[in-house]
């Protein structure tokens, strides 16, 4: 064992649990995880070395076999193709001399796809060595490639005033906050929170936490809109050694990107948001699952919580009470996946991020076998300002059954992309108003997996989770736009995705995926979308997740709100056959196959 991967094992105490922090450290030193570390790996940590290989492997922005010194990942997602990507793609690929999803001759360059890194509203937008570039044109690519070939890193392209990466003004010099509303409970400046958890700890037992953050009625922000005062009160009950809060900050669905903003310039709120989940709850560990993709928001983040240390408001005795919490950052690598609450611990637990089945729910049962709270970054947010100032005042916001406000991450064909704070009750046509989208024919909330509005027919329908129950993502597709090639991109995200361990989402979306290929290619048929309507309720009623049951979504509201889209495309059906099936086409496979088999025999 080289000393390298005993040190990294030493800085976890060998501890199986941390092998995604490991197998970073290792990819980081080294460039990658070569079967040597893999070896070293298992031994130190008494396992397989499968089963390291298996959570290596299932990661994105893991590598077992060199991907170059510089690693370059281009965001692909549909609003990404919407403002000059083709031309910026064409240029990175041309810059560094490799196609995509390979590495160049020189093994200096590593160039592949990634799905949405969460800056939809600055796209065309990429990664280099976890460090982001924005607003790319293909001057700006040839520029950052120069760059990197004479040298520098991209650290010092993207930093060339040296801020150190602690400071907001790093985060800031990459990357466009965008917030375009005035606040109405969220991104508060010059909080005292040190008062605020003061006043909370003194004049409040923990069942009184919860009963202001039930009276609140705030839901979940992340998309279940599950009652966090519920699930709080669950978690105070429940019996476990230990007890755990979990913010899930593993924003993946495409087009949002809220929760970026809220931890870079929101994040003590995020931090005070858990530890009054914990302080309800009756918990001493705090985990941050920050997505791979906000790896520049590590430093930062890691100087927050440290600022709460020093403070008094983390660690032992906290403001000289009983409370005893502490919060670490745990690094994803890629997998949308896990933004399912239980995949998510599953990568905590230094595992694949499978998602498990249920019950039993994490409540119960979470991280470790032991109850575990999970909540969205915008939930958390939101339960700070609660704990300050009351259910009441929160519940006077928005409408009866969805109380305070909603985060809105825009994106598409608007005037002006970027965070909106609205009240729920809020109708789509005055969201349109307020972004400058004047020409809007179609608009994606919640990302891929919620669901495609006309906005001629839903134009006066309200956010609120008895109406539109947005996550916070809202794409705007004018009339320009192919929406079929937008489905599309939206299927092909799912299957890339895809976990792959139930059958229906493995093999389903891939179906699905080729359906929609038939249509834009002008190969569709009636039989097409009867069997798309089948599969599609086979797909919901089966998948062992949110991602297998949301992958048909973007074609099923698409039939309903846009039938002429499908329609225009459909061609006749002669025969048993569909007209997608190209009988020279097979002939010629099996004949290619036939003869390589008698070949071979010979």
């Known amino acids: 064992m080289n000393n390298e991967i005993q040190t990294i094992l030493s800085n976890y105490q060998s501890d199986r649990t941390r092998l995604m922090d490991m197998l970073w450290d290792v990819q980081l030193q080294q460039g990658y995880i070569s079967d040597e570390a893999i070896s070293s790996l298992a031994k130190g ?30 965001c692909d997602t549909t609003i990404a193709k919407m403002g000059g990507y083709d031309e910026v793609r064409d240029t990175l690929s041309k810059e560094i001399g490799t196609a995509f999803n390979s590495v160049d001759e020189t093994g200096v360059f590593g160039l592949g796809d990634a799905n949405c890194i969460g800056l ?13 570039f924005t607003k790319l044109t293909p001057a700006k690519v040839k520029d950052i490639i120069s760059g990197l070939k004479s040298g520098k890193t991209a650290e010092n392209i993207a930093n060339p005033e040296n801020i150190d990466s602690k400071e907001l003004a790093y985060v800031e010099n990459m990357v466009d906050a965008n917030i375009k509303t005035e606040s109405q409970v969220l991104f508060k400046a010059n909080r005292d929170y040190k008062s ?18 039930t009276l609140a009625n705030l839901r979940g ?18 019996e476990g050694a230990e007890k755990y809060i979990i913010c899930n900050a593993d924003e993946g669905e495409p087009g949002t990107f809220k ?83 239980t995949a998510l611990i599953e990568s905590c637990e230094g595992k694949r991020g499978t998602p498990r089945v249920k019950p039993p729910y994490p409540i119960n049962q979470g991280y470790l076998g032991m109850p575990t709270s999970v909540n969205n970054v915008e939930t958390l947010a939101a339960a700070s300002y609660i704990i300050e100032k009351g259910g009441d005042w929160y519940e006077e916001m928005g409408t009866d059954d969805s109380t305070g406000t909603r985060l809105l991450s825009v994106s598409g064909d608007c005037e002006n992309p970027g965070i909106y704070e609205i009240e729920w009750g809020t109708t789509l046509n005055e969201v349109l108003e307020m972004i400058g989208a004047k020409d809007a024919k179609a608009v994606q909330i919640s990302g891929p997996a919620g669901d495609t509005l006309s906005v001629k027919l839903d134009g006066e329908r309200e956010f609120c989770y008895s109406d539109l129950s947005c996550n916070g993502s809202l794409m705007v597709f004018n009339q320009s736009r192919d929406l079929l090639n937008v489905v599309r991109d939206f299927e092909k995200f799912f299957v890339e995705e895809s976990c792959g361990i139930c059958v229906p989402c493995r093999a389903g979306g891939v179906d699905l995926l080729h359906k929609m290929e038939r249509f834009i290619d002008g190969r569709g048929c009636q039989q097409d979308i009867e069997e798309i309507t089948t599969w599609s309720k086979l797909l919901k009623g ?30 006749e059906q002669k025969g048993p056959l569909l007209p997608s099936f190209d009988m020279d086409d097979a002939l010629s496979a099996h004949e290619l196959a036939y003869k390589k088999l008698t070949q071979e025999e010979a």
């Open 45 to 74: 940590l008494e396992i397989a070395k499968d089963d390291v290989r298996e959570t290596l492997t299932f990661y994105h922005f893991f590598h077992d076999k060199p991907f170059g010194k510089h690693k370059v990942y281009l």
């Open 120 to 132: 939809s509203d600055q796209e065309p937008a990429m990664m280099v060595d976890n460090v982001v």
């Open 196 to 213: 605020i958890l003061q006043t909370c700890l003194d004049k409040h037992i923990p069942e009184e936490v919860i009963e202001e953050i």
């Open 221 to 238: 922000r992340g998309g279940a809109g599950f009652p966090t005062g519920m699930k709080w009160k669950f978690g105070r009950e429940a």
């Open 259 to 341: 929760d970026r903003v809220l931890l870079s310039h929101s994040p003590k709120d995020v931090l005070l948001g858990m530890i009054a989940a914990a302080y309800a709850v009756g918990s001493r560990h705090g985990i941050i699952y920050l997505r791979a993709e906000y790896w520049y928001l590590k430093d930062f983040l890691q100087q927050q919580i440290q600022d709460f240390r020093d403070e008094g408001l983390l660690g032992k005795n906290i403001l000289g009470s009983k409370l005893e919490f502490d919060i670490r950052i745990q690094m994803g690598a890629g997998a949308y996946v896990c933004g399912d609450e």
């Open 542 to 571: 089966t998948s062992r997740c949110g991602l297998g049951t949301a992958a048909p979504n973007p074609i099923l509201a698409t039939l309903e709100k846009f039938p002429e889209i499908y329609q225009e495309k459909l061609v």
